[in-house]
């Protein structure tokens, strides 16, 4: 599973985009289902359909806009992706992870993935939102890894740490951010695990996956997460638990996409709400900083 996309890929997108927007761009938000309305927060907004930008890929999921946003939130230039790619979709994970480069290539500082995800740990409970501490690349484990190929040192080394891929001072910011709102009661954090999809999981794979210490599980972020780390990107993730995987053979629910993206719907606001004061307060940090 070799990279697909070469240097001038991203060169060439990275320099229409530029050409096309004076928004340059320092956090990029990636908005997972049904959660386009993160963007919402921000103002001077500049629209692109991902069908318009040379070499991008589209999306095919319902609760995933595909469209690109620039916008601002009080001083901070930000971008948004209203949908994201997934491996089911029958992308390479050169093209789930193609927009990353392009925002290093922008000059973004730090991404903010967001995501749906089921409750793996039996203290959660639907809605609440997980500050992703760590996380499982299960398709890694089986090859399926979107640094594996070539490595192009232009981005970033061959052999990435990646024990502190979620930034300590992001998660740190972000749970200030929720208290100060009110949201700790349903702030959690814990370990995210990915897994190809597009099924969602047996009970015996869900039983596994609890032994394994993962708190979620869910069918993104992680090659993002990755290929950010690998090009010295700043990372928080953020996933809203929008149903309880079954551990049980008693249980009855069925889990289904329409329930995933109506509590994303319904949680959208709150999440958009924690993002957008997070975003001014890392603006100020920054400030203070330097
Ligand atoms: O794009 P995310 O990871 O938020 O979407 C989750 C995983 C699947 O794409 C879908 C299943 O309902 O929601
Ligand atoms: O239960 C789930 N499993 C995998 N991915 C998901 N995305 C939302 N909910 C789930």
Not at 72 to 81: G, L, N, S, W, Y
Not at 170 to 190: H, K, M, N, Q, T
Not at 212 to 219: A, E, N, Y
Not at 269 to 285: A, D, S
Request: proline share 4%.
């Amino acid at each position: 599973s070799s990279c697909c996309c070469s240097f001038e890929d991203y060169k060439r997108t990275t320099e229409w985009l530029l050409d096309q927007t004076n928004h340059r761009p320092k956090v990029a938000v990636i908005c997972g289902s049904g959660l386009g309305l993160l963007a919402d927060g921000a103002a001077h907004k500049q629209t692109f359909s991902y069908k318009d930008i040379p070499n991008f890929p589209v999306s095919t999921v319902p609760g995933h806009e595909g469209r690109l946003v620039f916008g601002t939130i009080e001083d901070t230039p930000c971008v948004f992706m209203q949908g994201h790619f997934h491996l089911y979709e029958g992308y390479s994970l050169c093209q789930v992870t193609f927009p990353i480069r392009i925002f290093k290539l922008m000059g973004v500082e730090s991404v903010l993935v967001t995501n749906a995800s089921g409750g793996i740990c039996p203290d959660f409970k639907v809605g609440d939102i997980m500050i992703i501490k760590d996380h499982i690349n299960l398709p890694g484990f089986a090859g399926q890894h979107p640094l594996c190929g070539p490595n192009d040192e232009r981005f970033g080394i061959r052999f990435p740490c990646m024990s502190d891929a979620y930034s300590k001072d992001l998660r740190r910011l972000v749970l200030d951010v929720g208290s100060e709102l009110g949201c700790s009661s349903f702030i959690r954090e814990g370990v995210y695990c990915m897994v190809s999809g597009p099924n969602f999981e047996t009970i015996a794979e869900a039983r596994m996956l609890l032994i394994l210490g993962c708190d979620s599980v869910g069918m993104s972020a992680v090659p993002e997460v990755t290929v950010a780390k690998h090009c010295g990107l700043r990372v928080l993730g953020l996933s809203l638990i929008t149903n309880m995987v079954s551990l049980d053979y008693s249980r009855e629910e069925k889990v289904n996409h329409e329930e995933v993206l109506q509590i994303s719907k319904m949680r959208a606001e709150v999440l958009q709400k924690l993002v957008t004061t997070f975003i001014c307060r890392y603006q100020q940090q920054s400030i203070n900083n330097n």
